[in-house]
């Protein structure tokens, strides 16, 4: 079945410590986006791409990088420069027109130790 | 600038009874909308859309959302819960950019 998967589910980071989530769809889609979820503020957006190699940056790109060098995969690197990155990170993915829902993977957690 | 305002944070309802939840949205541009669910530790699930033709929009599990352009609502409702369906519901609207709302948490109770 065609799907998003994100890995890990689950994620820690050391303070200073760069890391990467993995995010990878089989729906051969052209845009990709990641978001941030924290309890009651909804999903904000943080990058997207539209196209293999571009991407825009969203609402909180701030301390956070990606690449898209593959239709398929969509990686974002937490990066020590993001001062709260404690959450709740969701992919999505989808045909890129505005009326052409997203579809979302089961989401990776990231806690600080 | 668009945004989408769910006016509830929390909805307790029991089992068998109606629930709506109210979602309003503002934008400078015609829009799309949308209901997702997301359950526990999961990523976000579509329950149904309204892209244009009739306002009153279905899914396929009981779920309806009525689009009304004049009050800029799309609010969700459904006759009947189970307990299956505590989750928390987002609406988001698609007009230059995917706003989403902050989210409304329905928990069922027996």
């Known amino acids: 079945d065609g799907g998003i998967t994100q890995s890990p589910k689950y994620l820690f980071r050391k303070e200073g410590q760069n890391v990467t989530l993995s995010c990878e769809q089989n729906?051969?889609?052209?845009?990709m986006y990641w978001y941030r979820q924290d309890p009651g503020q909804g999903l904000r957006l943080i990058y997207y791409s539209q196209i293999v190699n571009d991407f825009q940056k969203g609402d909180i790109a701030e301390g956070y990088s990606v690449s898209r060098e593959k239709k398929e995969s969509f990686p974002l690197t937490v990066t020590s420069a993001q001062k709260n990155p404690t959450a709740f990170y969701l992919c999505?993915?989808?045909?890129?027109?505005?009326?052409?829902?997203?579809?979302f993977g089961d989401g990776t957690r990231l806690s600080i130790l | 600038a668009q945004s989408v305002t769910q006016l509830d944070s929390q909805v307790p309802v029991f089992e068998e009874a109606p629930v709506e939840l109210r979602c309003n949205y503002s934008s400078s541009v015609s829009v799309y909308l949308f209901w997702y669910v997301q359950y526990p530790n999961q990523g976000l699930q579509l329950l149904l859309k309204y892209l244009s033709g009739s306002t009153l929009v279905e899914s396929i599990n009981g779920f309806e959302a009525e689009f009304n352009k004049s009050q800029t609502s799309f609010h969700l409702r459904k006759p009947s819960v189970h307990i299956s369906d505590t989750a928390e519901y987002f609406c988001a609207a698609a007009g230059n950019k995917l706003t989403f709302g902050g989210g409304t948490r329905v928990l069922v109770k027996p």
């Open positions: 999505a993915s989808s045909l890129g027109s505005r009326g052409e829902p997203q579809h």
């Open positions: 729906l051969n889609h052209d845009a």
